[in-house]
C-alpha cells in the first residue's frame, strides 16, 4: 500500500511563503497525476494544483501565479511552493497519487495563514 507523507505546514503571516512536500513510499513514476487538494473548515474539498507524468500542470484560478507545483524524481517527492499567501489559503493540504487503479492520500498538513 502507497504511504504519502505531507510536511512543511504552518503558521504564517499574508505574504509569505511555505514549501509543502509530500514524500512517496514507492516511485512516484508509478503515478498518472500526483496532486495538491485543499480543505478549509466547513467546506468542501478542492483541487489546487495537479502534475500529470508528462509534466503537464494545472492549477486552480486563485493560485496561479502564487503556487508551483513541482517533482524530484529522485527522491519521490512532490512539492507545492506556495508564495503571496492569503488567509483564504488557510486549509488542510492533502497529497493525492492517482494510479489509474487507486487513488491514495495523505493525511494532512496544516496551512494557517493570519491578516
Known amino acids: 500500500q502507497v504511504q504519502l507523507v505531507e510536511s512543511g505546514g504552518g503558521l504564517v503571516q499574508a505574504g509569505g511563503s511555505l514549501r509543502l512536500s509530500c514524500a512517496s513510499s514507492t516511485s512516484i513514476f508509478n503515478f498518472n497525476v500526483m496532486a495538491w487538494y485543499r480543505q478549509a473548515p466547513g467546506k468542501e474539498r478542492e483541487l489546487v494544483a495537479s502534475?500529470?507524468?508528462?509534466?503537464?500542470?494545472n492549477y486552480r484560478g486563485s493560485v496561479k501565479g502564487r503556487f508551483t507545483i513541482s517533482r524530484d524524481n529522485a527522491r519521490n517527492t512532490v512539492y507545492l511552493q506556495m508564495n503571496s499567501l492569503k488567509p483564504e489559503d488557510t486549509a488542510v493540504y492533502y497529497c493525492?497519487?492517482?494510479?489509474?487503479?487507486?487513488?491514495?492520500r495523505g493525511q494532512g498538513t496544516q496551512v494557517t495563514v493570519s491578516s
Open positions: 493525492n497519487a492517482d494510479s489509474g487503479r487507486r487513488v491514495s
Open positions: 502534475m500529470a507524468k508528462s509534466g503537464y500542470t
